[in-house]
Structures are given as structure tokens and as C-alpha cells.
């Protein structure tokens, strides 16, 4: 499946953005209440604490959520999802029953403890019918009305509808759905129960399904009937989510934004601070929850966050855009591709535009504020994450990390002219030892390098900005000098590119650097004013001598699209590499899509390996097992495979004369990295 979807053709990004509703919408909701105006918040116990969680520990979740403030924030519904039941679902009498041991006295003492902390309660079940085996709970099979009676008696706020055991029987979701969503209207104590439709069924990932079973089809009738619906397969697995699947649901999400208004919302799955992503990902996830109006429900064990997930989690200006009363979904302006941007109307009038940097580096990326919608020639921006308000004259920039992304408010500007827009760029290298570095070529340093480091400054205000300047400080040990002059002033629309020249000292340690500038600039009327950007440099392990095994050498990353890379075994290191019955004790297994990127120091001159899709593929089944691979020196493709199957493996010898930094990547061949396990066997440098 790609990884893109193309969701953003200007003339429905266009319709979105200036008027009250689309052209074409959704099926609307027939309900009389609307039940979650704004997106609903809380928390979820599947990522956090699995299946076996107990009541002690979900009223510990939920006194953290009062105690650290998100609670207050918006994060009001403890939900429990699969594994509350026991492992006798069901009473004689036909009644569902929580686990005896983990809940002794039922589930109505922790429903009244939630709501007793002032939040509300959340449950789950399955529309399908309860097949051992196959899934552990289900409503189906002539339970519908009798569950939804028992949630409402039971006092819950919410349901979550899996369907699990709905797959496995072979059931239509749209009517087993709407059956479940009347009998939760209809429930006997006339409760008011927020309906979060979860069908995860997506193909390849779940096998070959029709359209109509897949959860890239629930847009199509669940406004009509729930809150919420999830519209792609889960976003990871339990503490193992990475940022390339938060992107993939989301990109999932972003196909149908016209189902999305006040009361039900497209649902791209849990948020997920600490499970597998770093800060700046998950800041990213945050991101772009909040402009797609998604309901945001925090995956971890709150119990366990750091202050940083916590902050992220309840940014005050980010959960304004997710709460905008409009409900409007962002879309995209412009074209797909490593670099986006994404526009979401708000109800008073002004837009959220996000700058999404997909890339592995830091970038300074800028949208036209005609292109939202908006017009008039000033415009007011606020950054969401910053909370730093400037004025722009009609382009919003922003310095962006890699994986990161940037959140604008913006409005109409009205008075005397403002704080203008300046954008301070991150630190970037652009030259190692009087060698330009290619466009994506990664910024690794080794002892003994000197460096040139460029700090991009842009000024899209109305006023000039005098005297700029920056500083740029390295690790500790690092010589850092200026190179070259700074100008007087730049004119409202110029920029300037501020340089250093940086050394490394020779005996430096290998690992993670940083390299900070602060550029500051004068403002009539406004002072002083100064900016901090960051970025990460990494320091190089020495590199192979002599005829090296490289999956014996340190590299100094490596990612894999599941799970995570594996020496001399195939991914997941259940089994040895093996390809076409061939077995081979060295290599490295991967999934797509992967990068392993080591530090070669120009001092080899080959590498040799056997590439292919492991063995192990046949077991599981005929689809998927689809890859490329590339060889990258230095940001140049030295080697490109073309699409392999399970039935090729190709022996490869590439010539490193010069590289520095070697590049060994797997794509997923175009369909998705389902079932796509890659090896690297019989991987040797010689140097």
C-alpha cells in the first residue's frame, strides 16, 4: 500500500477552507443529541497496560490524570479495552462479567471511583460473536440490546466496538453496526453513550478483504451512527509504534475529511508518547491530530509519562485547534512529498497551518498565507508550540526538525504593524573538510573534521530587521569561529546566511553532538529580539580496517519498519537469514522500509553482500514480500536493486572509493511493508 495518499487536490482543500461545509458530505448524523461537540479526549489502557490490567491499576491512571493535569486539560474519559472480561465472558444467566480475580466486586466500584475524580468511564466490546480463539469478547450473536442495557446500567460514558470477532465471522460492518449503534440509543436507562467505532480490518495488513469489511470503508456510513471510527489499522504495537506508521494513518485518515464535523470524527488510533517514537515525533503526532479534529486519546500508561509527554499533551494553544468548535479537518495545500502543508479552517475565520517535515533533516519550509484561503496582505501568526506571536506580510515560515512539524495560527492582521515574522534556521553542515555535502546527505562528523555550519535567517514581516548576529556553541572541545560578516540589517522579504567554521577535536568520542545557535536582530519599538535552534550532529565511530564483517561493525543508526534490525538472524531473530533455501550465519534482517547507515571514512574500497526477501516470508502467507535496495554513498545512489520478490536474490558488489557515510536502505516496492523481511546476508567491506 503507498504511503502517501493523495488527499489534498487543491480544489477540495480549497472548498474546505473557505466554506462552512463541503459540497459533498458524509452521511449526517440522526441523532437528536450531539453527544461530543469538539473531539472527546481521555486515555486508553491497550498500549499502556495490556490485557491484564486491574481495577488498582486503572484508578491509579486515573488519579494521575487529575494529579498531572491532564484531566483539566480535556482527557476526561478512562476507557478499558479489551482484557476487563473474564475468561468465562458470560454469567449463566447470559450477562457479561469482569474478570473475578482482577475486579472482584465488578466493574461498578471503578465506575464509580472514575467518576468520583470527575471523569467519565469508557468500556469495550467486539460486534461480532465471542469466538474462543479467535477473539476475546463479543456482542454478537443476539447481545446487542442486552450488552448496551448492562453498560448503561453499569454507569459507562463510552464504547469502543472492535471487530475481531466480526472478521472472523464473516460479518458485514455497516449492518452490524448500525444494529449496535441503535441498541446503545435504545439502551433501557436512556443513557447517552459515546459510540467510537473500531473496525481495524485493512488490507494487505489483514489479509485480502473486500472494500466494504476494511476500515478504509467506515467513513462511508459510521457519521450516521458513532462518534468516531477508526480509519485505519492500529498505529503500532504494543511499545513498539514508529513515526513512518504515525504517518501512515494519518495519511489514511486525511483520505475522507468531508466525513468529519461537530459530533463524529475520523479516528487515526491512540496517541503514543514513550512507546517507540522520540519527543519530536510524538510532537509531531500531536501535530497533526490536532488539525485532522481527531479524538485524542493518550495510549500510555500516564502513570509513567515524562513532564515533556505531559506538556506536549496538554499545549494549551494545539488543544484549541483540536477543539475548534468548526470541527473542520485539515487538508492539504499542494503537493505530497517529503514536505507538506496542511491548512485547517477555524470558526473564526482564521486557519491552523501546519509545516510537516517527513525527512531525516532539518528543514526551513514556508507556505503562502493565500494559499489557506485567507486574504488581505498582514497577517498575524501565532506558533502553537512557541506561543510566539508575529506578523507576516504574506508568507509563513518555519525552521522545522527532522521528523518534525510546525503549527501556525494565523489570522488577518489589523493596527500598527507588529513583531515582523523572522525565522532563525537550524544549524545545518554544509561542508566537511572543503567537501560540499550532497542535498540529504547525513551530517556526521568525525575527529579531527572541520566543519562548515550555515544558520539560514528569513525575515517575511513588514519591518526590517538591524543588526543581526548569531553565536553558534558546540560540545564541549569543539573550536567554533564565524566566517564571514553579518549585514547591517535584512529587508522585510531578504534573508541572510550566517556561517561558522567548526572543528572537532581529534580525540572526540563518538555519539550524539548538538550544536545550538541564538540569533538575535533589532526591531524599532520592539527591542531586542533573539531565537534558539538546535540541531543533532553525530559523531563517528572509527571505521572498519582491514576485511570487516559489517554486521559486526557499529553503525551509527539503524531502523526497521517492524520490530528492529537483527544481527546474523532474520527480523525478529527467531530464525537464521536464509534465502532460497540457502542458510548464511552473517548479515543483517530488516523490514521494510530500513535504513542502516554506517561511518566508512573514505578508507574502504568495496562492499559485498547477498540481498533478498528471507525465507521466513512463506510462512506466512502469499502476500506482501515486495522489496528494493539501495546502496547509498554519501547521498548518491551507487546501487539500486529494483523490485524483488521472494523468489530473487541478487550478489551485489559496489565500489566505495570516497564514501564517508554508507547507506544500506530496503523500500517496501510500492505496496506497503507487509510481510516484507529483508536481508542483508554476507555483508563485507573491504577497507
Not at 479467535?134 to 459507562?156: E, I, N, P
Not at 472492535?162 to 455497516?174: E, S, V, W, Y
Not at 479516528?267 to 510532537?283: H, I, N, T, V
Request: hydrophobic share 40%; net charge neutral; with cysteine.
Amino acid at each position: 500500500m503507498k504511503r502517501r495518499v493523495l488527499t489534498g487536490l487543491l480544489c477540495l482543500a480549497t472548498g474546505l477552507l473557505t466554506t462552512p461545509a463541503p459540497a459533498t458530505a458524509a452521511p449526517a448524523p440522526t441523532r437528536q443529541q450531539v453527544l461530543s461537540p469538539t473531539p472527546y479526549q481521555g486515555w486508553n489502557t491497550y498500549f499502556g497496560l495490556g490485557g491484564d490490567f486491574s481495577e488498582q491499576s486503572v484508578r491509579e491512571v486515573a488519579d494521575a490524570m487529575v494529579e498531572r493535569g491532564l484531566a483539566k486539560a480535556g482527557y476526561d474519559i478512562v476507557w478499558l479495552d479489551g482484557g476487563w472480561q473474564d475468561p468465562q465472558p458470560r454469567t449463566a444467566a447470559g450477562d457479561l462479567q469482569a474478570d473475578r480475580t482482577r475486579f472482584p466486586a465488578g466493574l461498578q466500584p471503578l465506575v464509580d471511583y472514575i467518576h468520583g475524580k470527575g471523569l467519565k468511564a469508557g468500556i469495550y466490546t467486539d460486534a461480532g460473536p465471542y469466538i474462543p480463539g479467535k477473539c476475546g469478547l463479543g456482542s454478537g450473536g443476539g447481545y446487542y440490546q442486552r450488552d448496551a442495557d448492562q453498560f448503561a446500567a453499569w454507569k459507562f460514558d463510552a464504547v469502543k466496538v472492535d471487530f475481531l470477532c466480526g472478521i472472523a465471522a464473516n460479518l458485514d460492518p455497516k449492518t452490524v453496526y448500525t444494529e449496535f449503534a441503535q441498541a446503545l440509543r435504545d439502551n433501557a436507562s436512556g443513557r447517552p453513550i459515546i459510540f467510537n467505532l473500531c473496525n481495524p480490518v485493512t488490507s494487505p495488513d489483514w489479509g485480502n478483504y473486500p472494500e466494504e469489511q476494511q476500515s478504509t470503508y467506515s467513513w462511508s456510513y459510521a457519521p450516521g451512527i458513532a462518534q468516531s471510527w477508526r480509519t485505519y489499522t492500529d498505529v503500532g504495537f504494543v511499545g513498539d509504534i514508529k513515526f513512518k506508521d504515525v504517518l501512515r494513518n494519518y495519511d489514511a485518515n486525511a483520505r475522507h475529511p468531508e466525513a468529519t464535523g461537530p459530533g463524529h470524527y475520523n479516528d487515526p488510533d491512540y496517541l503514543a508518547p514513550q512507546l517507540g517514537m522520540s519527543d519530536e515525533e510524538f510532537r509531531t503526532q500531536m501535530t497533526l491530530w490536532a488539525a485532522a479534529a481527531a479524538p485524542l486519546v493518550v495510549g500510555s500508561d500516564i502513570r509513567k509519562l515524562s513532564q515533556t509527554s505531559v506538556d506536549i499533551l496538554t499545549n494549551r494553544d494545539v488543544l484549541a485547534i483540536n477543539q475548534d468548535r468548526a470541527a473542520v479537518q485539515a487538508v492539504r495545500v499542494g503537493p505530497a512529498g517529503t514536505t507538506e502543508t496542511w491548512v485547517k479552517r477555524l470558526a473564526d475565520g482564521g486557519r491552523a497551518v501546519v509545516l510537516l517535515n517527513r525527512g531525516d533533516s532539518p528543514r526551513t519550509l514556508t507556505a503562502q498565507a493565500a494559499a489557506t484561503g485567507l486574504t488581505g496582505s498582514r497577517f498575524t501568526v501565532k506558533n502553537a508550540w512557541t506561543g510566539q506571536v508575529t506578523e507576516s506580510a504574506g508568507t509563513l515560515s518555519a525552521a522545522v526538525p527532522a521528523h518534525g512539524a510546525a503549527l501556525l495560527r494565523v489570522t488577518a492582521a489589523r493596527g500598527v504593524p507588529g513583531v515582523p515574522h523572522v525565522t532563525a534556521g537550524i544549524p545545518q553542515v554544509t561542508q566537511v573538510n572543503g567537501a560540499t555535502l550532497p542535498a540529504g546527505a547525513a551530517p556526521v562528523l568525525a575527529g579531527g573534521d572541520q566543519a562548515r555550519v550555515e544558520v539560514a535567517v528569513r525575515n517575511d514581516g513588514l519591518l526590517p530587521v538591524l543588526q543581526p548576529k548569531a553565536q553558534l556553541a558546540g560540545p564541549a572541545g569543539w573550536t567554533v569561529r564565524a566566517a564571514g560578516q553579518a549585514p547591517v540589517l535584512i529587508a522585510p522579504g531578504g534573508s541572510a546566511v550566517l556561517a561558522f567554521t567548526v572543528t572537532v577535536p581529534a580525540g572526540a568520542a563518538p555519539g550524539a553532538g548538538t550544536l545550538t545557535a541564538t540569533t538575535s536582530y533589532d526591531v524599532l519599538g520592539h527591542g531586542r529580539l533573539r531565537q534558539t535552534t538546535t540541531s543533532a550532529v553525530v559523531v563517528a565511530p572509527a571505521p572498519p580496517t582491514g576485511s570487516v564483517v559489517l554486521s559486526h561493525h557499529t553503525w551509527i543508526s539503524a531502523t526497521s519498519g517492524w520490530m528492529s534490525p537483527t544481527v546474523d538472524l532474520s527480523v525478529g531473530g527467531w530464525s537464521p537469514i536464509s534465502m532460497l533455501g540457502t542458510v548464511y550465519p552473517t548479515g543483517i534482517g530488516v523490514a521494510s522500509p530500513s535504513t542502516i547507515r554506517y561511518y566508512v571514512g573514505a578508507k574502504c574500497g568495496g562492499l559485498s553482500a547477498t540481498i533478498g526477501l528471507d525465507d521466513a516470508v512463506r510462512n506466512v502467507g502469499p502476500e506482501g514480500a515486495t522489496s528494493t535496495f539501495q546502496v547509498i554513498g554519501d547521498g548518491r545512489t551507487l546501487y539500486d536493486s529494483g523490485l524483488l520478490t521472494r523468489d530473487d536474490t541478487r550478489q551485489i558488489t559496489i565500489d566505495l572509493t570516497g564514501v564517508r557515510v554508507l547507506d544500506l536502505v530496503v523500500g517496501d516496492g510500492g505496496d506497503g511493508g507487509y510481510n516484507d523481511r529483508a536481508n542483508w546476508a554476507g555483508l563485507t567491506a573491504t577497507c
